[in-house]
Nanobody, 125 residues
């Protein structure tokens, strides 16, 4: 049974940092690209950052350029999202997701077959 469990969210102030983790189980983690998405109230789910199977390829949204980084530890079946210089606009529920076998654009939610339950990130001004 595939499971993705996010953790690390919380309430922080503008300029602070957080590191989100997504623990994966039930599949061969190193065979799949993984990504982080976020969804703010009243808005569509949006792509944040993605990482290929080996970790050498990454892609990100312009809104997080220079502030967020993604990494993965295939030995621990975990993908991370390091978020620095957080802004109120980053407030959202953050989800990790598994890209379907066969690939596709990292940025399209339709290309993902499993999602975590989400972790809330709230940034106060």
């Amino acid at each position: 049974q595939v499971q993705l469990v996010e953790s690390g969210g919380g309430l922080v102030e503008s300029g602070d940092s957080l590191r989100l983790s997504c623990a994966a189980s039930g599949f061969t983690f190193l065979h799949y690209a993984m990504s982080w998405f976020r969804q703010a109230p009243g808005k569509e789910r949006e792509f944040v950052f993605g990482i290929g199977q080996s970790g050498t390829y990454t892609a990100y949204a312009d809104s997080v350029k220079g502030r967020f980084t993604i990494s993965r530890d295939n030995a621990k079946n975990t993908v991370y999202l390091q978020m620095n210089s957080l802004k109120p606009a980053d407030t959202a529920v953050y989800y990790c997701a598994r890209l379907m076998s066969g690939g596709g654009a990292l940025s399209s939610p339709a290309n993902y077959d499993y999602w975590g339950q989400g972790t809330q990130v709230t940034v106060s001004s």
